[in-house]
Nanobody, 128 residues
Framework: QVQLVESAGGLVQVGGSLRLSCAAS????????MGWFRQAPGKEREFVAA????????YYEDPVKGRFTISRDNAKNTVLLQMNSLKPEETAVYYC?????????????????????WGQGTQVTVSS
C-alpha cells in the first residue's frame, strides 16, 4: 500500500508564495512520475504540474509556467511544488498523485489517469 501525505496548505495573500510537499511511503515505493492537481469549488480537477522520477522531466499547466516549480527528492520520495505570485483564482484543494505502474510511460503525465495513488488534498486559499 502506498500513502501520499501532503503538507498543510494555507492562506496566502495575492502575489504571495507557498510551498507544498508530498511525501510518499509504503512498501518498496517506486514512482515513475508524480504530479500535482487542483480542484476549485464547483470546478473539475485540473492538472498543475508533474515530474518524471527517473529523468526529472517537468510538465506545467500553461497558466502556472514561470511561477510554479515542481521538484523531487528521490532519496526521500518527496515531491515539492513551489508556488509564487499566487492568484485568487488558484484557490483550490491541491492533490498530489503518484504513478507506480508506469502509466506515464504510455500517456502524458498531465493526464490524471496516469496516476494510481492520490493524496488526501490540502487547501490553498489566496486572498485578495
Amino acid at each position: 500500500q502506498v500513502q501520499l501525505v501532503e503538507s498543510a496548505g494555507g492562506l496566502v495573500q495575492v502575489g504571495g508564495s507557498l510551498r507544498l510537499s508530498c511525501a510518499a511511503s509504503g512498501r518498496t515505493f517506486t514512482s515513475y512520475a508524480m504530479g500535482w492537481f487542483r480542484q476549485a469549488p464547483g470546478k473539475e480537477r485540473e492538472f498543475v504540474a508533474a515530474i518524471t522520477w527517473r529523468t526529472g522531466n517537468t510538465y506545467y499547466e500553461d497558466p502556472v509556467k514561470g511561477r510554479f516549480t515542481i521538484s523531487r527528492d528521490n532519496a526521500k520520495n518527496t515531491v515539492l511544488l513551489q508556488m509564487n505570485s499566487l492568484k485568487p483564482e488558484e484557490t483550490a484543494v491541491y492533490y498530489c498523485a503518484a504513478d507506480t505502474y508506469r502509466g506515464s510511460y504510455t500517456y502524458s503525465p498531465v493526464v490524471s489517469d496516469v496516476y494510481d495513488y492520490w493524496g488526501q488534498g490540502t487547501q490553498v486559499t489566496v486572498s485578495s
